[in-house]
């Protein structure tokens, strides 16, 4: 069946920036059959979008769904304070809670126009099984898109770690796991809904071997691969200290510098860093409400960029970003780049870029990031009638730079999962109601 998006501001993404001010949008199916201005052709279905802006999707790069359940603590700590006072509070996480988090997570993240979400689980108390299995089942009820990790720990305070042992894992149950994982739950090809990464946590909560062995796994079975890298001056220091070299030498040396991996934060790199990461092809996610909530500092983005590193944004998980918005984070984006570097450091097309086609390219998804004939129907459209565009003639920057906003339609797939600023297929106030009877299981 086809539909056809008429009467929008069509922002493509496409590498020329194609916008067209009267278009239109032809989806058939899945994926995007026609994108283009003026005459519209025929459909079995039509929708008058009334002028709205339609952008491709947003994807999430970063994120860790069962931090929904803990926000607003450790209010004034650094990451390392931050996650000493929250793990054992995490302990106690089971597939209920999971679940309940995740349904407000993607929720969320869906009524902010993210129709691709990857999240960074790492928490896998002894005995807890389903976790990942609750998370990507929330995931298909609402009808987003997930790249779910089976995240890991094996580093415990014992042995020089942060993480307290309780809740540090053996490398072979890791390994058993995440392959158990994949082999049920993977799609791999164009159009995928569920895919599964291999993510061990971060320099400071993981072992060399874990990290060596999670890079073989993910090779062998095509699976994306990803980390926590150079977040704070602290974990700088503690790998001059523990390894002898800053954190990006301590990833390249273990095999992890590459075109198949990306890197959450990215925040304390060198000029040498940046050029690694160019020369390498492995990407960045950049986290930057996340990055000034703790107080870690602001990301090298625009030189990422000239060095032609692939960016792309990330919410961070909701306790130390409590707003689960990457909307937000692309205005974000443009601010933190403008404060470090000055008002021509980004524009807002960058901005919105990095949101959309960036997070694509990091997620090695070139069916998703764009709208363009053949590539997946992931549409986010943005009314323009509300207050805060009044004035404004350039309606594509004044929704960057007006930003939040509560998407109007978000299409996922050919499907409509929000429709009129509301989600289609579950009820907001019944997630809410659910998750505040979970949380308050970890509540101090
Ligand atoms: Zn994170």
New binding site residues.
């Given amino acids: 069946m086809s539909r056809l998006y008429r009467n929008g501001w069509i922002v493509t993404m496409d590498d020329a920036g194609t916008e067209h001010e009267d278009g239109w949008v032809l989806v058939d199916g899945a994926v995007v059959a026609a994108v283009g201005g003026g005459k519209p052709p025929e459909a079995d279905e039509a929708v008058d979008l009334e002028g709205a802006v339609v952008t491709p999707g947003l994807v999430n790069t970063?994120?860790?769904l069962f931090q929904t359940l803990t926000r607003a603590r450790a209010q004034e700590a650094n990451l390392f304070d931050w996650l000493r006072e929250l793990y054992p509070v995490w302990a106690g996480i089971d597939a209920e809670a999971e679940y309940a988090a995740a349904r407000t997570g993607l929720a969320e993240l869906a009524l902010s126009g993210c129709a691709t979400v990857f999240d960074?689980h790492y928490v896998f108390p002894d005995g807890r099984s389903g976790l990942i299995e609750a998370e990507v089942q929330a995931a298909r009820e609402l009808g987003v898109r997930i790249v779910a990790s089976r995240g890991s720990m094996d580093l415990g305070e014992s042995q020089g770690g942060l993480p307290p042992d309780s809740v540090v894992e053996e490398l072979d149950a890791v390994l058993g796991d995440t392959e158990r994982l994949a082999g049920e739950l993977h799609e791999s090809g164009p159009g995928a809904l569920v895919q599964i990464a291999v993510a061990p946590c971060s320099p400071f909560s993981a072992t060399g071997r874990l990290m060596e062995e999670s890079a073989g796994l993910a090779r062998r079975l095509g699976l994306p691969l990803h980390t926590?890298l150079a977040?704070t001056v602290e974990e700088d220091a503690y790998c001059r200290e523990l390894y002898g070299c800053s954190p990006v030498q301590y990833l390249e040396g273990l095999g992890w510098l590459a075109e198949d991996v990306w890197c959450?934060?990215c925040v304390h790199l060198s000029d040498g860093d940046v050029a690694r990461f160019g020369e390498t092809g492995a990407g960045v996610a950049h986290?930057p409400t996340?990055n000034l909530r703790l107080g870690a500092g602001v990301a090298r983005v625009r030189d990422l960029l000239d060095a032609n590193v692939r960016v792309g944004l990330?919410v961070?998980?909701t306790a130390?970003n409590e707003r689960g918005d990457l909307f937000l984070e692309v205005k974000q984006a443009l601010l933190v780049a403008r404060g470090r570097g000055g008002p021509k450091a980004m524009t807002a097309r960058e901005a919105l870029a990095l949101g959309t086609r960036g997070g694509s390219a990091l997620l090695r998804r070139d069916d998703l990031g764009t709208l363009e004939p053949g590539k997946q129907a992931d549409l986010a459209v943005w009314r323009t009638d509300g207050l805060e565009l009044g004035g404004a003639a350039d309606l594509v920057a004044g929704l960057v730079l007006s930003g939040p906003h509560r998407v109007d339609r978000l299409v996922v797939a050919g499907e409509e999962v929000v429709r009129d600023g509301q989600l289609v297929r579950a009820d907001e106030t019944e997630i809410a109601r659910a998750h505040r009877a979970q949380a308050r299981r970890f509540s101090p």
């Fill in positions: 970063h994120h860790h960074h926590h977040e959450a934060h986290c996340s990330g961070d998980g130390s």
